[in-house]
T-cell receptor, first 115, second 113 residues
């Protein structure tokens, strides 16, 4: 079956611009997660959704970052006034539900480059 | 806060050598522990997991045992293959915040024929 998909795979933008990154989770998965991975580091948690609501957004670095999941399926991560330090690979994952034993399935990521 | 510390890489081994990648963690609660693997050009995928103390996760010849007393979850394989070359990430999920994974920085393994 289809896995987690993310679009675009690559995004190059200029400092100060607005970007949207999209995640399509595995069908039927109620939990959805966003992570950011910088070169040479592990994924860093940003936010997770259980259904339509953000259950934990404690990892969002500042108010330029926002994520939505209006229908409990597709999610969009939105970054306003991008900065060079936002350059990273943004990973999305989904799982059947949130829970300490549930496997998270990861998408291929979106590589964001801010010039 | 929670943290995961992995053995620094890169690690280079010859085929059929024994592999150990160390992982230790700090957590306030009782976490589940995971090893993820990222093959070249591919996304992260779960390799194995353990959800309680003394559990052993295993997959594809890899094993790791949840050691609560030493807060460790070391990854081992008895005989590595060239196809095992990848980046390996240790991670935990707290029982008190079941949506948030905390990852180590990854260990790059290269296996030479």
């Amino acid at each position: 079956g289809a896995g987690v998909s993310q679009t675009p795979s690559n995004k190059v933008t200029e400092k100060g611009k607005y970007v949207e990154l999209r995640c399509d989770p595995i069908s039927g998965h109620t939990a959805l997660y966003w992570y950011r991975q910088s070169l040479g580091q592990g994924p860093e948690f940003l936010i997770y959704f259980q259904g339509t609501g953000a259950a934990d957004d404690s990892g969002l670095p500042n108010d330029r970052f926002f994520a939505v999941r209006p229908e409990g399926s597709v999610s969009t991560l939105k970054i306003q006034r991008t900065e060079r330090g936002d350059s990273a690979v943004y990973l999305c994952a989904s799982s059947l539900s949130s829970g300490r034993g549930n496997e998270q399935f990861f998408g291929p990521g979106t590589r964001l480059t801010v010039l | 806060g929670d943290s995961v510390t992995q053995m620094e890489g890169p690690v280079t081994l010859s085929e059929e050598a024994f592999l150990t990648i160390n992982c230790t963690y700090t957590a306030t609660g009782y976490p589940s522990l995971f090893w993820y693997v990222q093959y070249p050009g591919e996304g992260l995928q779960l390799l194995l997991k353990a959800t309680k103390a003394d559990d052993k996760g295993s997959n594809k010849g890899f094993e790791a045992t949840y050691r609560k007393e030493t807060t460790s979850f070391h990854l081992e394989k008895g005989s590595v293959q060239v196809s095992d070359s990848a980046v390996y990430f240790c991670a935990l999920i707290e029982n008190t915040n079941a949506g948030k994974s905390t990852f180590g920085d990854g260990t790059t393994l290269t296996v030479k024929p």
